[in-house]
């Protein structure tokens, strides 16, 4: 069996799905691997690495492409590499099927078998292929670093000869992991941060943070929608998570958003007024840019200066700090390879909920049944 790694080829891309420390469970099973070369050095890994850790390094992609039996990959490449994909093959990665099924349709047509590692379900068996939180973290974490950087001030509190220099004041939208993550990060550089959600859970995690959480009352409104995750709300629910915003943006000097709603368009919650009502010099990180934003004024992947204020709407935060980034998503492909691979061999359960809820496509057809749906619905109107 042949394992193949490419170079990944979105712009920005500067993560790769296995790093040479990964392989040697693989390698221990019999397995072969061959690495594109080049495919790790933006995060750090050369390709002496890899040959170290025992895989073949080959400047022929095509050929790697033609010859694997199973493809980890950070994102989903571009139709032309899925048309030269050998039938059968097993294509893991961050694959966007409830985004962008039509990129995929090549490979699905090979016909080669999709999981989608933004599927796989948030189940505590499969916590160690949960690759969402693990990107989520490295961007909860980079983007009070971006922020910091930007800044006009400094985040501790300073004691000085010349003077005290106050803490920067860090707001934090939306307590998942990446606010969570954030919010450490933020308190680590020495912030007072503020912190708001619609759950009440995420209120004892904050505090355990160091950092305060506000609290809105929503006139005993359900806010959790199941699996830790939060509910749609109502205009007027939205509303009064909007006033505290408002209210708070106003007196910090770092605003970083990361509300979503699963399966949604990510909730509008900071007003035009709100971004005017900070101070110059300030900075707000839409993280919700890729589902459309937080902040109306949230152009996704522009970063714009608003009155003097900075707003950054990133899309892939996460491939700006590659090397642990590829670190953490590799360790959960292969946590999630063991579910398909045993002593060299593969072997695709799908009566297994893990594999079932993350296949996107087996021998040409829909697995995942929000998939199926997204395919139905695409081939309606060409049958009209
Ligand atoms: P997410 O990315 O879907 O949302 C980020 C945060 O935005 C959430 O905390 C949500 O409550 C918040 N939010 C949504 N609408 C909002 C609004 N209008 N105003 C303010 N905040 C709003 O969530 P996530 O970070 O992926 O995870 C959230 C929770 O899910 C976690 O805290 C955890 O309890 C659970 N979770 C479970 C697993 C697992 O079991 N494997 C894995 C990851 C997360």
Same mark, same amino acid.
């Given at each position: ?16 799905? /296995?790093?040479? %420390? ?18 790790? #050095? ?7 690495? =890899? ?24 994102? +989903? ?24 099924? %039509?990129? *995929? ?13 933004? *599927? ?20 909860? =974490? ?12 400094? @985040? ?16 934090? !939208? ?21 912190? $708001? ?6 209120? %004892? ?7 305060? @959480? ?6 005993? !409104? ?6 830790? $995750? +939060? ?22 000097? /770092?605003? #970083? ?29 839409? *993280? ?38 590829? &670190?953490? =998503? ?8 063991? *579910? #398909? ?14 594999? &079932? ?16 749906? !997204?395919? %139905?619905?695409?081939? &309606?109107?060409?049958?009209?």
């Amino acid at each position: 069996m042949l394992l193949g790694i490419v170079k990944e080829s979105a712009t920005g891309e500067a993560r790769v799905a /296995l790093l040479p %420390e990964s392989l040697k469970p693989l390698l221990a099973q019999g397995i072969k691997v061959t690495v594109e070369s080049g495919a790790g #050095i933006a995060a750090g890994a050369s390709d002496e690495a =890899y040959s170290a850790a025992g895989a073949t390094v080959s400047a022929d992609r095509a050929a790697i492409l033609a010859e694997a039996d199973v493809l980890p990959v950070v994102n +989903a490449s571009a139709a032309a590499d899925q048309a030269q994909l050998k039938p059968g093959a097993v294509v893991v990665g961050f694959l966007k099927p409830l985004d962008a099924i %039509e990129a *995929l349709l090549t490979a699905i047509d090979r016909p080669a078998t999709l999981f989608s590692m933004e *599927l796989v379900p948030r189940i505590s068996r499969a916590q160690s292929m949960d690759a969402l939180s693990s990107m989520a973290t490295v961007a909860g =974490y980079k983007a009070v670093i971006t922020a910091a950087d930007r800044l006009p001030r400094m @985040f501790p509190m300073l004691m000085t000869a010349a003077g005290t220099v106050p803490p920067a004041h860090v707001f934090v !939208i939306g307590a998942g992991v990446a606010g969570l993550q954030a919010i450490a990060t933020a308190r680590r550089l020495g912030a007072v941060v503020e912190a $708001y959600d619609v759950r009440a859970a995420a209120g %004892e995690q904050v505090r355990s943070l160091g950092a305060k @959480f506000l609290d809105v009352d929503l006139g005993g !409104i359900n806010t959790e929608g199941g699996g830790g $995750y +939060a509910a749609e709300l109502t205009e007027e629910a939205l509303d009064r998570g909007r006033d505290l915003i408002t209210k708070t943006a106003a007196h910090s000097d /770092l605003v #970083i958003t990361t509300a979503l709603v699963p399966g949604r368009p990510a909730p509008r919650l900071i007003r035009r007024a709100a971004v005017e009502a900070m101070r110059p010099g300030s900075v707000l990180v839409d *993280l919700a840019a890729p589902a459309g934003g937080n902040c109306e004024l949230t152009k996704p992947g522009v970063t714009q200066t608003v009155g003097g204020v900075t707003l950054l709407a990133p899309l892939n935060l996460a491939a700006e700090v590659p090397a642990d980034a590829s &670190a953490l =998503y590799a360790r959960n492909i292969l946590n999630f390879l063991a *579910l #398909i691979v045993k002593k060299g061999e593969i072997t695709i359960d799908l009566s297994d909920e893990v594999l &079932a809820g993350a296949c996107v496509s087996h021998d040409g057809k829909p697995v995942n049944p929000r998939v199926a749906k !997204i395919l %139905e619905s695409r081939a &309606a109107p060409l049958a009209r």
